[in-house]
T-cell receptor
């Protein structure tokens, strides 16, 4: 069984379009994340979310928005896509945010990634 | 600002030992992670250190010095399948993982 899954795996679209990437985890984790990995392989946090709090990286444009219909899902919506949005987007989850917990709860499990290409 | 530094690329020989260094400066510190990422795949967890010292897990070991803002990942008895990128990440005061750009490790026969 896949622990963290994302769809689609590949997404090719035109500039200006609106698109969504879905993420689901079946680990029973409380916290989910979205990362962007650019062409230089630099992995950058975009959002972390649990049922208590959404933390947004201040450098993320407001064209990006996470939507969580339930604890097991955190979808990423992107409006008005730009060329610079082309990257691989990874979803991840962890037991919780780790405050006051043992190290094992901080481990993040990543989905397979979604390669977004904006033309 | 927040900064994670690690070498861009390293080359080592099959069967040998390699040490990948990482220095970090983050707003607060709640531990340091090492992940392995093969080309085209998702990162996978290797180790987590929050206390000073060496943690050993089979062929892989990870070391942390909080006072120096320094960590290393030690890989022993290198195998060809160890060719991958190794990502160092520091958990900051908001429990956000701040990542380095990764070290591409090339293993030669």
């Amino acid at each position: 069984d896949t622990a963290v899954s994302q769809t689609p795996k590949y997404l090719v679209t035109q500039m200006g379009n609106d698109k969504s990437i879905k993420c689901e985890q079946n680990l029973g984790h409380d916290t989910m994340y979205w990362y962007k990995q650019d062409s230089k392989k630099f992995l950058k946090i975009m959002f972390s979310y649990n049922n208590k709090e959404l933390i947004i990286n201040e450098t993320v444009p407001n064209r990006f928005s996470p939507k969580s219909p339930d604890k097991a899902h955190l979808n990423l919506h992107i409006n008005s896509l730009e060329l610079g949005d082309s990257a691989v987007y990874f979803c991840a989850s962890s037991q919780d945010r780790g405050e006051g917990s043992g190290f094992s709860t901080d481990t993040q499990y990543f989905g397979p990634g979604t390669r977004l290409t904006v033309l | 600002g927040q900064n994670i530094d690690q070498p861009t690329e390293m080359t080592a020989t099959e069967g040998a030992i390699v040490q990948i260094n990482c220095t970090y400066q983050t707003s607060g510190f709640n531990g340091l992670f090492w992940y392995q990422q093969h080309a085209g795949e998702a990162p996978t967890f290797l180790s987590y250190n929050v206390l000073d010292g060496l943690e050993e897990k089979g062929r892989f070991s990870s070391f942390l010095s909080r006072s120096k803002g320094y960590s290393y990942l030690l890989l022993k008895e290198l195998q060809m399948k160890d060719s991958a990128s190794y990502l160092c990440g520091s958990l900051d005061s908001n429990y956000q993982l701040i990542w380095g750009a990764g070290t591409k490790l090339i293993i030669k026969p």
